[in-house]
């Protein structure tokens, strides 16, 4: 597999290519994530938390102050800005130079966290659905946009979704959602199929079977399935005990032509991609190290 096919996109003013796979850390800074052991809401909490990412070899912090676990409460705008305000304060504190995203789907908080704390992607669960500013903001602010495809909203997305042609709405969906972004002048765009969300068990398999269809939009592509449903129900588990089944999948993904995961357990994720990259010798630099 040529990885180099997944383009580039421009980060903090850097290229960042993908001839290696990518790992984003999930930092979670809400009291209601449906993984309890990854909440973080003090201070030290989060500093710790952000350095563990980094640390364990992660390429960039993801951090989010929403919860979009299905039926989660509504959190008011301004509760997710001071969230996030106090998080990011954190986190430059302790690791002032690593790479961060903010998963959020509103226009005027991504802008707060882009323009005051040097944020440097936006991870946006609806596709500009939700907050129809989305689009025209990245333009302006000229920062990578993680284009998710989700059915619904987080409070209704799991109420039995259906698809008349599962593959064909979701590549259509992306095509539309691309060539749309292109148009108001977003250059950097990663593709994320939403697992877990709008889907169900079935949809999500057969999505994942197919995971390489995305790569024919020329963006990287970012799969995030750790410890979800689509793991801990297909195995009878919880959430707490889906670790192996979400290095196992990952690997997959791997396989499949991943880009970027995006993972609450970054040393096991880490050392996945070590050896995927040593059994496909892509690597231009040893990732284990």
Do not use: W
Not at 77 to 89: A, F, H, K, Q, V
Not at 192 to 210: A, Q
Not at 256 to 268: E, N, S, T
Request: net charge negative; aromatic share 6%.
């Amino acid at each position: 597999m040529n990885r180099q096919t997944a383009g580039t996109i421009t980060v903090n003013g850097q290229l960042m290519e993908f001839s290696t796979p990518k790992i984003m850390g999930i930092l979670n800074v809400t009291p209601d994530s449906f993984y309890a052991a990854s909440r973080k809401e003090t201070i030290k909490d989060i500093q710790g938390r952000a350095v563990q990412i980094i640390e364990e070899g992660a390429d960039m912090i993801d951090i989010g102050a929403y919860s979009s676990r299905p039926g989660a409460a509504d959190v008011s705008r301004e509760e997710e800005m001071s969230r996030l305000r106090r998080g990011l304060e954190a986190v430059r504190e302790m690791v002032p130079d690593a790479i961060v995203s903010v998963d959020t789907f509103r226009a005027d908080v991504a802008a707060m966290c882009v323009e005051e704390y040097g944020v440097a992607i936006v991870n946006d669960i609806s596709g500009g659905e939700i907050d129809p500013a989305m689009p025209d903001t990245i333009a302006r602010l000229g920062v990578p946009y993680v284009l998710m495809h989700i059915k619904g909203t987080p409070q209704d997305m799991q109420q039995a979704p259906h698809y008349d042609n599962l593959r064909m709405e979701i590549m259509q969906y992306f095509a539309r959602k691309v060539q749309d972004l292109h148009g108001r002048g977003v250059k950097d765009i990663i593709i994320d199929p939403g697992f877990g969300f709008g889907k169900t068990l079935e949809h999500n398999y057969e999505l994942f079977k197919h995971l390489d269809d995305f790569r024919s939009f020329g963006a990287p592509v970012l799969v995030g399935i750790s410890r979800k449903s689509m793991i801990y129900k297909q195995l009878g588990c919880t959430p707490e005990e889906a670790l192996n089944g979400t290095t196992v999948l990952n690997t997959l993904a791997l396989e499949k032509g991943a880009d970027i995961l995006r993972v609450h357990d970054v040393k096991a994720c880490a050392e996945a991609v070590c050896l995927f990259n040593k059994i496909n010798e892509e690597k231009q630099h040893d990732p284990c190290h």
